[in-house]
């Protein structure tokens, strides 16, 4: 059972990650245009690099760039976001 569970893990970290992200776009019921900004340059800088997170995680997906996407997004978070999201995985593994 462990063994068939422990792949959900780290997908399930990434996806809580992404929906925390973009529920930051609203700040004081403001929408927020840097983190916009910040998530579209993520997500076009991971589709011209093929940046894909799941991927890595042995997730291949049948949707055409969703692992781009979820990876653009969490890309867009820095490089401090990205070493802890690395690092609880790793953990995981």
């Known amino acids: 059972m462990q063994e068939k569970s422990a792949p959900i893990l780290p997908l ?7 929906i925390t992200y973009i529920n930051q776009f609203f ?7 840097e983190m916009f900004l910040s998530i ?3 997500i076009i ?3 011209a690099y093929d940046i894909d997170i799941p991927k890595y995680l ?3 997906s049948r949707i055409p760039y969703l692992g781009n996407i979820l990876s653009g997004i969490v ?6 976001y990205i ?3 690395m690092s609880k995985i790793i953990q995981i593994n």
């Open 83 to 85: 070493y802890d999201l």
């Open 58 to 60: 042995n997730f291949n």
């Open 12 to 18: 399930a970290i990434l996806i809580e990650a992404t």
């Open 45 to 47: 800088i991971s589709i």
């Open 75 to 80: 890309v867009s978070r820095g490089s401090n």
């Open 40 to 42: 579209i340059f993520g």
């Open 27 to 33: 700040i004081n019921g403001e929408f927020c245009y």
